[in-house]
């Protein structure tokens, strides 16, 4: 039940999109989101939602780009990327966090997060 496990990843052109997914979240999790991690870089946030009522948080590199949801029936969180860049090539990341003050007070620091999905490669690249 608190197992995440990520899916969708893959190689993509330039402006293309993709959607990657998060499934078996567990019902009783405050918030989920998604970091992700290039080589040689270190863990960046990338979005966030609480799971009940569905507040959303982007990091600036992705506003307007990407869209993070959530659908409680089936516990899944899906990130979808638009106008991809080479920039957003990187190992993702679903994360979880139990309670409300890792999502308040912590949520930009991947220490904070509870949980951790194996991770999804997406490669940007013509």
């Known amino acids: 039940q608190v197992q995440l496990v990520e899916s969708g990843g893959g190689l993509v052109q330039p402006g293309g999109s993709l959607r990657v997914s998060c499934g078996n979240i567990?019902?009783?999790?405050?918030?989920t989101g998604w970091f992700r991690q290039a080589p040689g870089k270190e863990r960046e946030f990338v979005a966030s939602?609480?799971?009940?009522?569905?507040?959303?948080d982007y990091a600036d590199s992705v506003k307007g780009r990407f869209t993070i949801s959530r659908v409680g029936a089936t516990n899944t969180m899906y990130l979808q990327m638009d106008s991809l860049k080479p920039e957003d090539t990187a190992a993702y990341y679903c994360?979880?966090?139990?309670?409300?003050?890792?999502?308040?007070?912590?949520?930009?620091?991947?220490?904070?997060?509870?949980?951790w999905g194996q991770g999804t490669q997406v490669i940007v690249s013509s």
């Open positions: 939602i609480t799971w009940r009522n569905g507040v959303k």
């Open positions: 994360v979880a966090g139990i309670t409300r003050d890792t999502y308040s007070g912590g949520r930009y620091d991947a220490s904070k997060w509870d949980y």
């Open positions: 567990w019902f009783a999790t405050y918030a």
